[in-house]
């Protein structure tokens, strides 16, 4: 009996629905961690405990793969301070700042100011590496800027938010730079994904499990919130970046990148319905500019990579 192979169609159909589905997911996310820091877990514990429980996830399949284990020996020593820098940047430093700043703010703005890390990455190449943008860079740049304006108005902004929004555009800073610094140690493909993942993951939460342990201590851990960890953990983290790799596998990155910021009107729905964060039609208006303009950024970003070919 001979299997007949998925069509280009279908598994293009099923790679969407499945990138859909993981965005849900990590939109989710959001609304978990708020509610797991309304139960007094600390915020740095909290995220410290989620990766490394999801880095343990993914240690079987390291050790029982051969391949992967003779990847992992083969490993020079530049690699171990790249990936570990990856790791301290993005794991440690954002994933850290996301999990503190949506201690003090709402989460639609966090997962806005962490949306606009496109255009942070984009004015960097602008200004520190001298790349040239285009006008659809600009226009996007405009909407995305005419967007938090609209957003920031007075009274939209909880009492004493200084220091969550210092946070949190720390933490765009971060994602930032983790975008340009994972782009650089995948870029010429000699490193496996699962590899740059585990390694990566692997110092950067137990750094992060290690300061929330030594700032926040780990508080009263309920069965309740190990129940919460390990579903963000599992579920959320290794699950969902094995489906997303999967699209990733069909998709084009730009139809990737637009996909995922199917996350920022999400996570203000979620937030509405489950965390009681409720939002004017004047701060609707900004989000929905700073995802238009987010979008073109994208776009215009993947059009001129093409062009360069």
């Not at 989710?28 to 915020?43: C, D, E, H, M």
């Not at 399949?61 to 301290?88: P, S």
């Not at 962490?114 to 200004?127: C, H, I």
Request: aromatic share 10%.
């Amino acid at each position: 009996m001979q299997v007949k192979s998925r069509s280009p169609d279908k598994e293009r159909t099923l790679a969407i629905a499945l990138a859909v589905l993981v965005t849900f997911l990590w939109s989710t996310s959001w609304v978990l961690i708020k509610l797991g820091l309304r139960q007094s877990l600390p915020a740095l514990t909290f995220a410290g405990l989620r990766y490394t429980l999801a880095f343990l996830c993914l240690l079987p399949f390291m050790l029982l793969n051969r391949e992967q284990r003779t990847q992992l020996k083969r490993l020079e020593r530049r690699d171990w301070g790249r990936l570990a820098a990856l790791g301290l940047v993005y794991y440690t430093f954002t994933q850290g700042s996301q999990f503190l700043s949506l201690a003090y703010l709402p989460a639609a703005l966090v997962s806005m100011l962490l949306n606009l890390t496109p255009v942070v990455v984009a004015l960097g190449g602008l200004f520190f590496l001298g790349e040239k943008l285009g006008l659809g860079h600009w226009l996007g740049l405009l909407l995305a800027v005419v967007g938090v304006l609209v957003f920031f108005q007075p009274g939209s902004l909880p009492p004493d938010p200084w220091f969550g929004l210092a946070v949190a555009v720390f933490g765009v800073l971060t994602n930032a730079a983790s975008s340009v610094m994972g782009r650089n140690v995948n870029r010429g493909r000699r490193l496996p994904a699962l590899l740059v993942t585990f390694v990566s993951m692997g110092v950067g939460a137990l750094l992060l499990l290690l300061l929330g342990g030594l700032i926040q201590g780990f508080g009263g851990l309920t069965w309740t919130h190990w129940l919460l960890i390990a579903w963000l953990a599992v579920v959320n983290t290794a699950l969902a970046f094995t489906l997303w790799n999967f699209s990733l596998r069909v998709l084009r990155a730009v139809e990737s990148s637009i996909l995922n910021s199917l996350m920022l009107p999400q996570i203000a729905i979620l937030a509405f319905f489950f965390l009681g964060e409720r939002l004017s039609g004047r701060e609707i208006a900004g989000l929905a500019l700073v995802s238009l303009g987010v979008i073109l950024v994208q776009v215009s970003s993947f059009k001129k990579k093409d062009a360069s070919r």
